[in-house]
């Protein structure tokens, strides 16, 4: 073992050592040293990460893996589970990603939550998130994922619902929770088809073995691959179990951020692509992801366009990028779908911090109809914010684009026309409605109060500085993954992320084009890409800029789409009828003549009933009166007598 190797566990461990230090300590230490501690393990993580990649880089491309297994978890039988750690290419670009982004996301927590009364609370929860995480990106077998799969699922019941006091913020947390345990059973349900199949949860004993346990498109490979996949629905809130995630918007906004770019929702997306092996062997099942992905991504989006509240809109525009993403690996470019997971990492972060600090100018308030003019207000904030909203919506050379061009390329090149005619539409609509946003918040005239405009200003520096950076990495992150079509012009630069990750993948990828035969086309469709997303950009400019009325007009005229996606498809509303009511009726109908009728009416309740009324009767024969006592004696002896005289 190397000495890099070695220390692996200290990866998760850091963030594990924040939780412990800051849950049962923080207060006695104080708001001091926990902005310290909080950030400070995350930020250590991070370097050793750091050390772990440039360990692998040094590899050869075909031996880059790096493992630690800690103990026996659980031995019983021939089967086992260990607590192991493994960095290959791909969980060392999530690690990375989690840590890095992670790592921002609590420094800019520091200014965010500074005098919050739950604040050593707070970063514990912060931390513990992190480690979930971690663990879930760095195990190395399905059983010890799903402890971290389980964890993050915990903290952002734990993080939504910080603020519990306030009953709508703990039924967001709730609701999370409930959503999640949905997808989750399908999951456990996939991971014991794979014990069953394969004898062992270990990827190294599944996933090389995945083409010969399992028939190329049979039903084992189908129900594994699908049971997995129902998981990643409800942990990367995909149709139809997205509903949890809008309403995550109740926790404090470095949470939104986290949740939405470093963790938790990218869990569903780093698993499918883990687990290439076995959906290679299930076609049906990635027609299926790439259906769902690109459904979700279009659905979300037309939902954004009329969402006020800020985070909201946000919180649309993420479910429609994951989407993205499983379309990616989907139609089995695996690679494509982990570059935008990582590239969207960095301007999700950005855009969900930058809504952050114009919240905190302008006092909590998150609708953009009170907003406005807030450019000369906060110049930090617009130029990073602008940055990441030309990314998202696609406007190249900024990160955004070059993943999902990337994505929208292999999906055409794989011959799936309708999925790539949907991701198209969708690119436009995001640069549509992320602009509506940006001029609505940044441009125009202010229509808040006047208070708030005259207290506004910019954030401090540990909010801004993570702005910066992370507004730095939304403009030039995406290069590592120029493709071949925009590297040759440059000087043949390949697609680095690609062959990265080439090592995990192998044949799971689409060939890749050799640098001198990018079909013509490529470039058609990117210069479409573009041109969609620049009409969505000027349509929003025209509308809430140039003719503020014009939207008034336009929902005058549509009244029931209007209310149609101001509704949300009333999807909350039909799964309140169909499930939520009936659910509670059922609650209702057990508790009342199940647990108090029977259990407590003829079991517990009942027999305390039997047993004191047994008692008043007894309690009669205990008079305390000795010759009482006498004549019940010698009555009995003569009853015995009789029947001992007369009957035998």
């Given at each position: 073992?190397?000495?890099?190797?070695?220390?692996?566990?200290?990866?998760?461990?850091?963030?594990?050592?924040?939780?412990?230090?800051?849950?049962?300590?923080?207060?006695?230490?104080?708001?001091?040293?926990?902005?310290?501690?909080?950030?400070?393990?995350?930020?250590?993580?991070?370097?050793?990460?750091?050390?772990?990649?440039?360990?692998?880089?040094?590899?050869?491309?075909?031996?880059?893996?790096?493992?630690?297994?800690?103990?026996?978890?659980?031995?019983?039988?021939?089967?086992?589970?260990?607590?192991?750690?493994?960095?290959?290419?791909?969980?060392?670009?999530?690690v990375?990603?989690?840590?890095?982004?992670?790592?921002?996301?609590?420094?800019?927590?520091?200014?965010?939550?500074?005098?919050?009364?739950?604040?050593?609370?707070?970063?514990?929860?912060?931390?513990?998130?992190?480690?979930?995480?971690?663990?879930?990106?760095?195990?190395?077998?399905f059983?010890?994922?799903?402890?971290?799969?389980?964890?993050?699922?915990?903290?952002?019941?734990l993080?939504?619902?910080?603020?519990?006091e306030?009953?709508?913020?703990?039924?967001?947390?709730?609701?999370?929770?409930?959503?999640?345990?949905?997808?989750?059973?399908g999951?456990?349900?996939?991971?014991?088809?794979?014990?069953?199949?394969?004898?062992s949860?270990?990827?190294?004993?599944?996933?090389?073995?995945?083409?010969?346990?399992?028939?190329?498109?049979?039903?084992?490979?189908?129900?594994?691959?699908?049971?997995?996949?129902?998981?990643?629905?409800?942990?990367?809130?995909?149709?139809?179990?997205?509903?949890?995630?809008?309403?995550?918007?109740?926790?404090?906004?470095?949470?939104?951020?986290?949740?939405?770019?470093?963790?938790?929702?990218?869990?569903?997306?780093?698993?499918?692509?883990?687990?290439?092996?076995?959906?290679?062997?299930?076609?049906?099942?990635?027609?299926?992801?790439a259906?769902?992905?690109?459904?979700?991504?279009?659905?979300?989006?037309?939902?954004?366009?009329?969402?006020?509240?800020?985070?909201?809109v946000?919180?649309?525009?993420?479910?429609?990028?994951?989407?993205?993403?499983?379309?990616?690996?989907?139609?089995?470019?695996?690679?494509?779908?982990?570059?935008?997971?990582?590239?969207?990492?960095?301007?999700?972060?950005?855009?969900?911090?930058?809504?952050?600090?114009?919240?905190?100018?302008?006092?909590?308030?998150?609708?953009?109809?009170?907003?406005?003019?807030?450019?000369?207000?906060?110049?930090?904030?617009?130029?990073?914010m602008?940055?990441?909203?030309?990314a998202?919506?696609?406007?190249?050379?900024?990160a955004?684009?070059?993943?999902?061009?990337?994505?929208?390329?292999?999906?055409?090149?794989?011959?799936?026309?309708?999925?790539?005619?949907?991701?198209?539409?969708?690119?436009?609509?995001?640069?549509?409605?992320?602009?509506?946003?940006?001029?609505?918040?940044?441009?125009?005239?202010?229509?808040?109060?006047?208070?708030?405009?005259?207290?506004?200003?910019e954030?401090?520096?540990?909010?801004?500085?993570?702005?910066?950076?992370?507004?730095?990495?939304?403009?030039?992150?995406?290069?590592?993954?120029?493709?071949?079509?925009?590297?040759?012009?440059?000087?043949?630069?390949?697609?680095?992320?690609?062959?990265?990750?080439?090592?995990?993948?192998?044949?799971?990828?689409?060939?890749?084009?050799?640098?001198?035969?990018?079909?013509?086309?490529?470039?058609?469709?990117?210069?479409?890409?573009?041109?969609?997303?620049?009409?969505?950009?000027?349509?929003?400019?025209?509308?809430?800029?140039?003719?503020?009325?014009?939207?008034?007009?336009?929902v005058?005229r549509?009244?029931?789409?209007?209310?149609?996606?101001?509704?949300?498809?009333?999807?909350?509303?039909?799964?309140?009828?169909?499930?939520?009511?009936?659910?509670?009726?059922?609650?209702?109908?057990?508790?009342?003549?199940?647990?108090?009728?029977?259990?407590?009416?003829?079991?517990?309740?009942?027999?305390?009933?039997?047993?004191?009324?047994?008692s008043?009767?007894?309690?009669?024969?205990?008079?305390?009166?000795?010759?009482?006592y006498?004549?019940a004696?010698?009555?009995?002896v003569?009853?015995?007598?009789?029947?001992?005289?007369?009957?035998?």
């Amino acid at each position: 073992m190397t000495g890099v190797e070695s220390l692996l566990w200290l990866i998760p461990a850091l963030p594990l050592a924040g939780v412990l230090v800051n849950g049962l300590f923080g207060r006695k230490l104080g708001d001091r040293m926990v902005s310290v501690i909080g950030p400070g393990v995350v930020g250590a993580a991070f370097v050793l990460a750091a050390a772990s990649f440039v360990a692998l880089r040094s590899m050869p491309p075909a031996e880059r893996l790096l493992q630690q297994t800690l103990y026996n978890w659980l031995p019983a039988g021939d089967f086992s589970a260990s607590i192991g750690f493994q960095l290959d290419p791909l969980s060392m670009t999530m690690v990375l990603v989690v840590t890095g982004v992670g790592f921002l996301i609590h420094l800019y927590s520091v200014g965010y939550m500074h005098g919050d009364g739950g604040y050593a609370r707070y970063f514990a929860f912060l931390n513990l998130f992190t480690f979930a995480m971690l663990l879930l990106v760095m195990a190395d077998n399905f059983l010890l994922l799903f402890v971290g799969w389980e964890g993050v699922g915990l903290c952002s019941y734990l993080l939504i619902g910080f603020w519990f006091e306030d009953r709508s913020k703990a039924d967001a947390g709730k609701k999370a929770f409930i959503v999640n345990r949905i997808g989750d059973f399908g999951f456990l349900i996939g991971i014991f088809l794979i014990f069953w199949t394969f004898g062992s949860v270990a990827f190294a004993d599944v996933l090389p073995a995945a083409a010969e346990r399992l028939t190329m498109g049979g039903d084992l490979a189908f129900w594994i691959c699908l049971f997995l996949f129902v998981g990643a629905v409800g942990k990367s809130a995909q149709i139809p179990l997205y509903v949890w995630l809008p309403d995550a918007m109740a926790g404090p906004t470095p949470v939104s951020a986290l949740i939405h770019a470093a963790t938790m929702v990218t869990a569903g997306v780093y698993m499918v692509a883990r687990a290439h092996a076995l959906y290679e062997m299930a076609p049906q099942v990635l027609a299926l992801v790439a259906g769902i992905g690109a459904a979700t991504a279009l659905f979300a989006a037309t939902i954004g366009i009329v969402q006020n509240d800020i985070k909201k809109v946000l919180a649309y525009s993420t479910i429609s990028q994951l989407g993205y993403m499983f379309m990616g690996v989907g139609v089995a470019a695996f690679s494509a779908g982990i570059f935008h997971l990582v590239t969207h990492a960095f301007f999700k972060a950005v855009l969900f911090l930058g809504a952050g600090s114009v919240i905190h100018a302008l006092h909590g308030e998150q609708d953009m109809r009170a907003m406005g003019g807030l450019r000369p207000k906060l110049p930090i904030t617009y130029w990073t914010m602008l940055a990441a909203t030309l990314a998202i919506a696609g406007v190249p050379p900024l990160a955004g684009f070059v993943s999902k061009d990337e994505i929208l390329w292999r999906t055409w090149d794989g011959g799936h026309t309708v999925l790539w005619v949907v991701g198209f539409i969708t690119a436009g609509l995001t640069a549509g409605y992320m602009f509506r946003l940006f001029f609505l918040t940044f441009h125009g005239s202010f229509r808040g109060t006047k208070d708030q405009w005259e207290h506004a200003h910019e954030s401090p520096l540990s909010m801004t500085l993570p702005l910066i950076i992370l507004g730095g990495l939304s403009i030039v992150g995406g290069w590592v993954g120029l493709p071949a079509a925009l590297g040759q012009p440059l000087g043949g630069i390949a697609n680095r992320f690609e062959g990265w990750l080439a090592p995990v993948f192998e044949a799971g990828e689409h060939a890749t084009h050799e640098p001198h035969a990018i079909p013509p086309i490529e470039y058609g469709l990117m210069t479409a890409s573009v041109a969609v997303a620049t009409l969505g950009i000027l349509v929003a400019y025209w509308a809430y800029l140039r003719s503020p009325d014009l939207p008034g007009r336009v929902v005058a005229r549509s009244r029931g789409v209007y209310a149609l996606l101001n509704g949300k498809y009333f999807v909350d509303e039909l799964y309140d009828y169909l499930i939520v009511r009936p659910f509670y009726a059922l609650s209702r109908f057990a508790w009342r003549f199940i647990d108090d009728g029977l259990i407590d009416g003829l079991g517990v309740g009942g027999t305390g009933a039997l047993v004191k009324r047994g008692s008043r009767i007894v309690s009669r024969w205990e008079t305390g009166y000795v010759q009482g006592y006498a004549v019940a004696f010698f009555g009995g002896v003569f009853a015995i007598l009789a029947y001992y005289y007369l009957f035998r």
